[in-house]
């Protein structure tokens, strides 16, 4: 599968803050950034630099800065949210935009209620965010819009993620690399990923 998992120990500690059970609603949140602001780190790392000439207090040199520094974070509401700060933090210069979607009752199919993306989305680098990779029905479909948009670039970045939902990824968008902290077991029959954490978005803002 076309899934990338980074094993970073600081990653892999705070993941396992997250998944108890008596972590707060603070804690989840804080955790929750601070794991997005690392994935955001290791997924940047094959971006392409440029040399340029850079005067320091002793000599001119030459050093490498990004060859495009056009990126945009966009969350799948409303857990998502939960993750740009992290990603801000890290590239305080990024654009970021929204993707809402909700699931047909009937169909079961993600249905598109709100989005809000760059003017120049077609030209950014795009981080697709959501803490929870589960069927995949949701990521697929917001890939699906940004394509439509002429997004050229986009990576789909999770906290956690079952196989079935990476299946899905990789068989409805085959060029679409997915990261992730964690690739666990499975879906239960109620479409929870297992281990998992429960609900990330009820966990981040304290709903149920």
């Known amino acids: 599968m076309n899934v990338n998992v980074t094993n970073h120990p600081l990653i892999q500690h705070k993941l396992a803050i997250m998944r108890r059970t008596d972590t707060g609603c603070k804690e989840f ?12 780190y290791e997924i940047t790392r094959d971006l392409e630099t440029k040399e340029v000439d850079v005067t320091t207090p002793l000599v001119t040199a030459k050093l490498h800065v990004l060859a495009n520094e056009k990126f945009a974070a966009v969350p ?17 210069n990024i654009k970021v935009g929204h993707i809402g979607l909700y699931r047909d009752p009937e169909t079961l199919e993600p249905v598109e209620y709100y ?27 917001a890939i699906s819009l940004l394509k ?19 299946q899905r990824i990789n068989d409805d968008h085959p060029d679409i690399p997915v990261y992730c902290a964690a690739l666990d077991d499975c879906l239960n029959d109620h479409g929870y990923i297992v281990p998992g954490l429960g609900d990330a978005g009820d966990r981040i803002f304290g709903t149920k």
């Open 29 to 40: 949140r804080e955790l929750a950034s601070e794991i997005a602001m690392l994935l955001c």
């Open 76 to 92: 799948i509401l409303r857990a998502g949210l939960g993750m740009v700060d992290g990603v801000v933090n890290l590239i305080p």
């Open 115 to 141: 989005c809000k993306l760059p003017a120049d989305i077609e030209d950014r680098h795009v981080f697709l965010l959501d803490p929870m990779l589960a069927t995949g029905g949701s990521a697929s479909a």
């Open 148 to 166: 439509n948009k002429g997004v050229k670039n986009i990576k789909c970045v999770n906290i956690i993620a079952a196989p079935e939902g990476v």
